[in-house]
C-alpha cells in the first residue's frame, strides 16, 4: 500500500487537495473531482503494515458497509452525503459531501458552550436525522462532537457512518471488543447489548452536555475509569443547560428503556425552541426575507439639523421683537439677516418635504418599489409645496393684521414655520426609534 500525498490522484478522478482530518481508520481528505470539477470530502482507509489478513477483511468489509448505510440516508439533509465509492490500490476510498465548517467539538474547544437557542436547533437537527436513520433501520453507534458538522451556512450535519449497523448486516465486531467513543457509549453497550437504536439516543445526550457544558461528563484520566464512569456515574449536575435539562437527563438514563423515544425527545426539543427568543435559535432554513425599510436618518444629522433650525428661529424671533444692539437699525439688522432668512427658509421647505416623503414607509410591505419611490416624490413635493404656501401666506395674514413690512412679515412667518418644521421633524425621528424598538423586540419574540 502506498502512502498518499496531496496532489495523487484516487480512482483515475478524484485528486487529493489537503488532509482535513484523520482517526482510528483513516484520513479524510479535500479533493477535486476532475470529473465534475467540483471540490469533494474523500476518506482513506488506512491499514498499518503488517496488519492480519483478517483484520484487513474485516476493515475493507466495514468500509463498505458505511458507504452502503450512509447511501441509504443521502437525501436527508441533516446527514452528510456519500456520492461515490472507489476502489484504489486494492482499498476502497468513500468519496462524499464537503462541508465547509468545523466539527462541534472544535468549536466548543475554540469558541466555548453553545448558546441555548443553537444548542435546542443542534438537538433538534441531530434528533431528526438520527429518527431518518432508524427508521431506515441504520444505528449509529458513535454519535459525539466529533460527528457532528457545524456548516458555515449554519446547517448541522451527523457524519461518519463507519461504526454503525444495519439490522441486515452480519456481526463484524470481535467478541469482548466495543466499537466507537468509550465516553459517548451506552451502558448497555458496554454491557453487550450492541446495536440498540436507543444507544444513539444515550450518545446523542452526551454530546448535547458536553456542546452546552463544555465538558464530556464521563471522561476520566483512564480508559478504565471511563468505562466505569458511563456504566456506574451520574453525570454532574449541568449548570448551563437550562430548559435542556429535562431532554439531556432523559436522554442519560443508564436504562435504555426508560430513555424517550426520538419522537418523544423531538417533541420535548419542539417545545424548548417555542419558549427561545428568535434572536438565540438561528433556524435558517425557514427564514424570512423581510423586504428591506428605507434607511433611516442618523440621529447626529437630525440632531444638527434641529439645533440650526432652533438657532435660526432664536434669531429671528429676537430681530422681529426689536432686540439687536440699541445702535443698529431694522433696515441695517434685516440686511445682515437677509442671507440667514433665505438660508432658514429653503432648508425649512426642503425638510418639510423629506419629512412628507417618509411617509411612503408606512405603505404596506407589498406595495411595491416603484409605487412606494411614487409616493415617496410625491410626499416630497407636496410638504414642500405646502410649507412655500403656509410660508407666504403666514407673511401676508402678518403683514395685513400687524401692519408689518414685507421683511418683516417674512421674518415672523419663517420664526413660526421654523419651529412647526422643527416640531414634525422631531416626531418623525421619535416615531422612527419607536419603529426600530418594536421591531427590535418583535423579532425577540418571533
Known amino acids: 500500500m502506498t502512502s498518499r500525498l496531496a496532489g495523487d490522484m484516487v480512482g483515475g478522478r478524484y485528486r487529493l487537495a489537503a488532509e482535513l482530518g484523520s482517526g482510528g481508520f483513516g484520513r479524510v481528505w479535500r479533493a477535486r ?12 482507509l488506512q491499514l498499518p503494515p503488517g496488519t492480519p489478513e483478517t483484520e484487513r477483511a474485516e476493515r475493507l468489509a466495514r468500509a463498505t458497509r458505511e458507504a452502503r448505510n450512509a447511501a441509504r440516508l443521502r437525501k436527508h439533509d441533516g446527514i452528510v452525503a456519500i456520492h461515490d465509492i472507489v476502489i484504489d490500490d486494492g482499498l476502497p476510498w468513500i468519496v462524499m459531501e464537503l462541508v465547509d465548517g468545523r466539527s462541534l467539538s472544535e468549536h466548543v474547544e475554540e469558541h466555548g458552550p453553545l448558546p441555548m437557542g443553537r ?30 458538522m457545524l456548516a458555515g451556512t449554519g446547517k448541522v450535519l451527523l457524519t461518519d457512518f463507519g461504526t454503525a449497523i444495519h439490522h441486515t448486516d452480519t ?31 444515550f450518545s446523542l445526550g452526551v454530546t448535547l ?22 456504566l456506574l456515574d451520574e453525570a454532574p449536575a449541568p449548570q448551563r443547560t437550562g430548559p435542556l435539562t429535562q431532554l439531556i437527563t432523559r436522554l442519560l438514563d443508564k436504562d435504555p428503556g426508560r430513555r424517550p423515544t426520538v419522537d418523544e425527545a423531538l417533541a420535548m426539543a419542539g417545545d424548548i425552541a417555542g419558549e427561545q427568543p428568535a434572536t438565540t435559535v438561528h433556524v435558517r432554513r425557514d427564514t424570512k426575507i423581510l423586504p428591506a425599510r428605507p434607511k433611516k436618518w442618523p440621529p447626529v444629522g437630525v440632531a ?63 406595495a411595491g418599489r416603484t409605487v412606494t419611490a411614487v409616493a415617496g416624490v410625491a410626499g416630497l413635493v407636496f410638504g414642500c409645496g405646502a410649507t412655500a404656501f403656509a410660508f407666504h401666506g403666514a407673511g401676508e ?49 418571533s
Open 33 to 44: 473531482d476532475e470529473t465534475l470539477d467540483v471540490d469533494v470530502a474523500i476518506k482513506e
Open 119 to 148: 444548542a435546542v436547533e443542534v438537538a433538534a437537527t441531530l434528533l431528526t436525522a438520527i429518527g431518518a436513520a432508524h427508521r431506515e433501520g441504520v444505528v449509529h453507534r458513535d454519535i459525539k462532537p466529533a460527528n457532528v
Open 171 to 201: 456481526a463484524l465486531t470481535a467478541t469482548g471488543m466495543v466499537i466507537g467513543s468509550a465516553e459517548y457509549t451506552a451502558p448497555e453497550r458496554l454491557r453487550g447489548s450492541d446495536g440498540l437504536p436507543a444507544g444513539d439516543l
Open 209 to 230: 452536555y458536553q456542546a452546552v457544558e463544555g465538558i464530556s461528563p464521563f471522561r476520566r484520566d483512564t480508559q478504565e475509569a471511563t468505562l466505569a464512569a458511563v
Open 304 to 366: 444638527v439639523l434641529m439645533v440650526v433650525i432652533s438657532a435660526m428661529a432664536v434669531i429671528t424671533a429676537l430681530g422681529v421683537a426689536g432686540l439687536p444692539d440699541a445702535g443698529v437699525t431694522w433696515g441695517q439688522f434685516e440686511d445682515h439677516m437677509g442671507s440667514a432668512v433665505v438660508s432658514v427658509a429653503v432648508a425649512d421647505v426642503v425638510l418639510a418635504g423629506l419629512v412628507c416623503a417618509s411617509l411612503a414607509r408606512f405603505l404596506p410591505a407589498n
Open 397 to 445: 395674514i402678518f403683514r395685513d393684521t400687524m401692519g408689518l413690512s414685507g421683511r418683516e412679515s417674512a421674518t415672523v412667518s419663517l420664526a413660526l414655520v421654523s419651529v412647526v418644521v422643527l416640531v414634525a421633524v422631531g416626531s418623525a425621528w421619535s416615531s422612527q426609534r419607536a419603529d426600530r424598538r418594536g421591531t427590535i423586540r418583535g423579532r425577540t419574540r
